[in-house]
């Protein structure tokens, strides 16, 4: 068994990665951090738990600890729910001194040595861990887009085949995405907020380098463009979005190869029985009746019409987040970086 932490383990990501490792047949959740205040103090005593799921009583006895080079002295590895300022210094940190990072924070993602990855999108990109080893670091980090790109990206996998220039999309984002404190009630009931900060860069920069190509060395950004606009809206838990793309292919063959993709990875804990699912409902997908999907990891896409056109939907803080660097740690250990 790999021993592994979670870092910032009592937010919403961290939480939802107490949630998958608590059980996991492959890691051994050992190492809990939080803030000082909660350091010394056992995990069910400070932990708000806000998640739909029962507690993990499995993970309830650990003993949080402060986020230090002593307190990571014992882990493999760590997955990294932290703020984006925080982030920064101590996942290098911890890398630093030979672990390895799986990181759901926004710090590292483009930098150029460090691997940006949704393992059914490009797996391959994990080349760039020994870019890193190369360079003399000790440990190595791998970074998981932002949820929404996540989304975007998954559902454009089965369309790679298909020469565009031009990508348009439009987010509807649930609230969890903003954390437990992220929208205040009043601002979000009865209401759409069109602007959600850094997300648009974010999705326009971060999906460039997934759909790129590893060349040995480095990531050498896809050929398209990409124009995003995202909305907070009204709901829990799933980001929908509309997606314009200058695909010249007919309907037809696009629901085909949605129906019948097939990822390049295989036998993952994580990994659903699949990973992008057609539904051909005329009003699907939708949050409340499709992010549940494959545990919460399959990302949804319908409506494809002439244009072309779709609409996606996949849980932000599973698919979205804390499983997407899961899956990532999965296909890692299978790599043999652990």
């Avoid at 309830?60 to 590895?77: A, C, F, Q, Y």
């Avoid at 080349?127 to 000790?138: C, F, N, P, Y």
């Avoid at 509309?242 to 990822?263: G, H, N, Q, S, T």
């Avoid at 993952?268 to 009746?289: F, G, I, M, T, W």
Wanted: aromatic residues 6%; neutral net charge; contains cysteine.
């Amino acid at each position: 068994m790999i021993k592994v932490g979670v870092l910032g383990a009592t937010g919403a990501v961290g939480q939802r990665f107490v949630q998958l490792l608590a059980e996991h047949p492959w890691f051994e959740l050992t190492t809990l951090t939080a803030s000082d205040r909660s350091a010394g103090k056992v995990y069910r005593d400070v932990v708000n738990w806000r998640l739909e799921v029962p507690f993990p009583e499995k993970a309830g006895g650990i003993r949080i600890s402060p986020t230090t080079k002593e307190s990571l002295k014992d882990v493999d590895l760590v997955f990294s729910a932290l703020p984006a300022e925080v982030a920064a210094d101590v996942e290098t940190m911890c890398a630093a001194n030979g672990v390895a990072v799986c990181s759901n924070a926004s710090s590292h993602r483009m930098e150029a040595d460090i691997p940006l990855v949704v393992p059914e999108v490009n797996p391959d990109h994990l080349g760039l861990i020994d870019v890193q080893k190369d360079k003399g670091r000790d440990g190595f980090i791998v970074t998981n887009p932002n949820c929404s790109t996540i989304v975007l990206t998954l559902s454009l996998a089965p369309l790679r085949s298909y020469p565009f220039t031009d990508l348009r999309v439009a987010t509807m984002q649930a609230i969890s995405g903003a954390g437990f404190q992220g929208v205040a009630a009043m601002a979000i009931y009865d209401n759409v907020i069109p602007y959600i900060g850094s997300e648009e860069e974010k999705m326009e920069t971060e999906s460039l380098k997934i759909l790129g190509k590893f060349d040995g060395s480095g990531i050498v950004n896809a050929p398209f463009r990409v124009s995003a606009s995202c909305h907070r809206v009204p709901v829990i838990d799933g980001h929908t979005m509309a997606v314009w793309l200058d695909i010249k292919e007919p309907v037809d063959k696009v629901v085909r190869a949605f129906r019948d993709y097939k990822p390049p990875i295989h036998g993952l804990p994580s990994q659903p029985a699949k990973s992008v699912e057609y539904l051909d409902q005329p009003d699907r997908p939708q949050p409340r009746l499709d992010r549940g999907k494959g545990n919460g990891m399959t990302v949804s896409v319908g409506r494809v019409r002439e244009g072309l056109r779709y609409v996606t939907m996949g849980h932000n803080t599973i698919r979205g987040a804390a499983g997407a660097s899961v899956l990532n740690a999965e296909l890692i250990y299978t790599r043999k970086y652990l």
